[in-house]
């Protein structure tokens, strides 16, 4: 363990003095193809994932590759259940876990978790401006039902919004994906920095 978290500080430090260009530019690519298409392609994930296993060998050598594996992995799971209840595709799991495989399986968590709140924010956001007022009251009925139901029963409720519901149209959430995982790589840079042992 001690060994592992050796590496993963390794993994760390050498990705903000030399990788975090790469991820930011993935960021960018995946919120501009998610926005024009409304989809994210496999060629970019795939390419990224395979990217960051390379930089993180490069970086901190076998244990950067498993740093990125592990990383992958967390990033993948973390968004599974989502995927399952049907809240986001295919191309948003996969970009997540690409992330990971940059950052490692803590900043995959991190990452995870402002992305989460990105996209909350920009989905209230998006329902305020159109004035959709009743969609906003139902979302949190809606989605506890759906998150009880996949955790109790392993499936999602069958429970669908009106057709003309506005909360049916797909949000890009390459683009929640790209401010969270960039605000998330701010917060590491500043805890890394003024970390007692960095100094």
Request: charged content about 10%; overall charge positive.
């Amino acid at each position: 363990m001690s060994q592992l978290n050796r590496s993963g500080g390794l993994v760390v430090a050498a990705f903000f003095a030399s990788s975090a260009i790469y991820v930011l530019a993935f960021l960018a690519a995946v919120a501009l193809a998610d926005i024009g298409t409304h989809r994210i392609p496999n060629l970019l994930t795939v390419s990224a994932a395979s990217l960051g296993v390379v930089l993180n060998f490069r970086n901190a050598g076998g244990h950067g590759v498993l740093m990125s594996a592990a990383g992958l992995i967390t990033g993948l799971a973390v968004f599974l259940p989502f995927y399952f209840a049907k809240g986001f595709g295919a191309g948003d799991v996969k970009a997540m876990g690409a992330v990971g495989a940059f950052v490692g399986p803590c900043g995959a968590l991190l990452a995870a978790a402002w992305t989460l709140i990105a996209g909350a924010i920009c989905a209230l956001i998006v329902l305020i401006v159109r004035r959709q007022h009743s969609a906003l009251a139902a979302l949190p009925r809606r989605w506890m039902w759906h998150l009880f139901s996949v955790y109790s029963t392993g499936q999602p409720a069958p429970v669908a919004a009106e057709s003309d519901d506005p909360t049916r149209r797909r949000f890009p959430y390459g683009l929640a994906i790209a401010c969270g995982t960039a605000f998330s790589l701010l917060w590491r840079h500043r805890e890394q920095r003024y970390r007692p042992d960095a100094r």
